[in-house]
């Protein structure tokens, strides 16, 4: 007995030998800044147009767009999973910490008992109250805490940038549909113009002054137009569809929008970028991850070292119950235990290389993440250069275009042109407007997903 006593204390005299480890790699936020080494400015010039508050939503000027994004927030399926998951994390963090504290059982029972072969049976009745509490003494319960609050923080910025990521969804198809609607009024107006060449060209023909070639070429332009009215008409729907589907609504293509879209709002303000790690949601939780990963491991290394448990039990023992808990009746136990490992075959030594390789993922997530942000948002600082300068040209190219529509109508009429050069500068203008709505559209997409980028004001 006293040769198992020695063993117990020399083992445990090793083991507090080894608590030591627990202090090494600890974390703090100086590591996950070594992780990224962040520029102190952005690589794209962007003095000249980030200059715009943060407060994006409201200075889209639409309230018809608010009040869909805060449908949206409401009733969308993905994000009520996400905030069910962050719920769960949060009720298994507060479960974690529970272990901190003792816990107490009550116990209630009765038995009957007798002889087989005659003789009377008796009762008993029996009422107990059981403690019992693991003192944490090397913080493994602590760190497991830990571990499970950083996973639910973790949990929670997730559930924000979802949230994020809702809200900036809708915006983008909400102008997916807005264009939809004007490149559909576009090719309504192409059919509408190519009719009344039609008109023109075939009282001609009847005249002596064109031929049927003439008219069948103004025939296949109208077949054309009509076709790709009617593609432009089932994008609209399947817009608003997808809207509709964001919104957590039946997907009947019934929802009005209006055909015009928003003003432009200011760009946000670019800030440096190392403010984009503070505030960027999902960089966020990837640092809350490499946090719950360093606590895995300092439970994983507090797990080899002794535990030690407390225990009480108070309780009574009666043949009724009106006397079980009389005094002489009660009786009480207090014990103390020490459980020291001895041999699992390097199970525990091997949590500790798996939770040692897990916090290396979760700092190379961490520095992954952090990169694809900035790469996100030099590219939609750059976009947004780019989107200028060619809304500024294609505007240009427009108007030109709609110039020589009218004198070419003008020289038509009077028998000066060709029908096919009509029909080509016709197309050339309808396509420069179309292009015109497609980069208008991707100007305000481009604002959105660099306020997205920057994780700003919501």
């Known amino acids: 007995m006293k040769y198992l006593i020695h063993v117990l204390f020399i083992t445990s005299a090793l083991s507090l030998a080894g608590c030591s480890s627990t202090e090494d790699g600890s974390y703090d936020n100086a590591v996950v800044e070594k992780a990224v080494n962040a520029p102190t400015t952005w690589s794209t010039e962007q003095s000249e147009y980030v200059t715009g508050p943060e407060e994006w939503l409201q200075h889209f000027s639409d309230p018809k767009l608010l009040a869909l994004i805060e449908e949206g927030q409401k009733n969308n399926l993905d994000l009520r999973i996400a905030a069910g998951n962050m719920d769960v994390a949060w009720l298994l963090a507060e479960k974690a910490g529970s272990a901190l504290q003792p816990n107490v059982n009550l116990s209630l029972g009765r038995g009957q008992s007798g002889g087989v072969e005659g003789g009377g049976s008796s009762s008993s009745v029996n009422v107990g109250l059981q403690v019992g509490w693991e003192l944490d003494v090397w913080g493994r319960i602590r760190s497991g805490s830990d571990a499970a609050q950083a996973q639910a923080q973790a949990t929670q910025a997730d559930y924000l940038y979802a949230k994020h990521s809702i809200s900036a969804n809708i915006v983008k198809t909400y102008l997916k549909v807005i264009e939809a609607?004007?490149?559909?009024?576009?090719?309504?107006?192409?059919?509408?113009?190519?009719?009344?060449?039609?008109?023109?060209?075939?009282?001609?023909?009847?005249?002596?002054?064109?031929?049927?070639?003439?008219?069948?070429?103004?025939?296949?332009?109208?077949?054309?137009?009509?076709?790709?009215?009617?593609?432009?008409?089932?994008?609209?729907?399947?817009?608003?569809?997808?809207?509709?589907?964001?919104?957590?609504?039946?997907?009947?293509?019934?929802?009005?929008?209006?055909?015009?879209?928003?003003?432009?709002?200011?760009?946000?303000?670019?800030?440096?970028?190392?403010?984009?790690?503070?505030?960027?949601?999902?960089?966020?939780?990837?640092?809350?991850?490499?946090?719950?990963?360093?606590?895995?491991?300092?439970?994983?290394?507090?797990?080899?070292?002794?535990?030690?448990?407390?225990?009480?039990?108070?309780?009574?023992?009666?043949?009724?119950?009106?006397?079980?808990?009389?005094?002489?009746?009660?009786?009480?136990?207090?014990?103390?235990?020490?459980?020291?490992?001895?041999?699992?075959?390097?199970?525990?030594?091997?949590?500790?290389?798996?939770?040692?390789?897990?916090?290396?993922?979760?700092?190379?997530?961490?520095?992954?993440?952090?990169?694809?942000?900035?790469?996100?948002?030099?590219?939609?600082?750059?976009?947004?250069?780019?989107?200028?300068?060619?809304?500024?040209?294609?505007?240009?190219?427009?108007?030109?275009?709609?110039?020589?529509?009218?004198?070419?109508?003008?020289?038509?009429?009077?028998?000066?042109?060709?029908?096919?050069?009509?029909?080509?500068?016709?197309?050339?203008?309808?396509?420069?407007?179309?292009?015109?709505?497609?980069?208008?559209?991707?100007?305000l997409e481009q604002q959105v997903n660099l306020y997205l980028a920057l994780g700003g004001s919501w």
Not at 204 to 219: F, I, P, S
Not at 285 to 294: D, H, L, N, P, T
Not at 315 to 334: I, M, T, Y
Not at 402 to 421: F, H, T, V
């Open 181 to 443: 609607k004007l490149q559909a009024n576009i090719s309504k107006e192409n059919l509408a113009i190519l009719e009344k060449t039609l008109k023109i060209t075939q009282a001609k023909y009847e005249n002596g002054l064109l031929t049927g070639q003439d008219v069948a070429l103004n025939k296949a332009n109208l077949a054309s137009a009509s076709e790709q009215l009617i593609s432009a008409q089932g994008a609209k729907r399947e817009a608003i569809r997808a809207l509709e589907l964001i919104l957590g609504r039946y997907p009947d293509a019934a929802l009005d929008i209006a055909d015009v879209f928003p003003e432009l709002p200011a760009a946000p303000p670019a800030n440096l970028p190392s403010r984009v790690l503070e505030r960027r949601p999902d960089i966020i939780a990837a640092e809350r991850q490499v946090a719950a990963a360093f606590s895995a491991t300092d439970q994983a290394k507090a797990a080899q070292l002794p535990s030690f448990s407390l225990s009480g039990n108070l309780g009574g023992a009666s043949d009724s119950l009106s006397n079980v808990l009389s005094p002489s009746n009660v009786a009480w136990q207090l014990a103390s235990s020490l459980l020291v490992p001895l041999f699992d075959s390097g199970a525990k030594k091997i949590d500790v290389e798996i939770a040692n390789a897990e916090q290396q993922q979760a700092l190379d997530n961490y520095r992954k993440s952090a990169l694809t942000a900035f790469a996100e948002i030099e590219q939609n600082l750059d976009n947004g250069i780019d989107f200028a300068s060619r809304a500024s040209a294609l505007e240009e190219a427009y108007q030109q275009s709609e110039k020589a529509m009218k004198i070419a109508n003008i020289r038509y009429q009077e028998g000066e042109s060709e029908l096919l050069d009509i029909l080509q500068i016709q197309q050339q203008m309808i396509s420069a407007k179309s292009n015109l709505l497609s980069i208008k559209r991707s100007q």
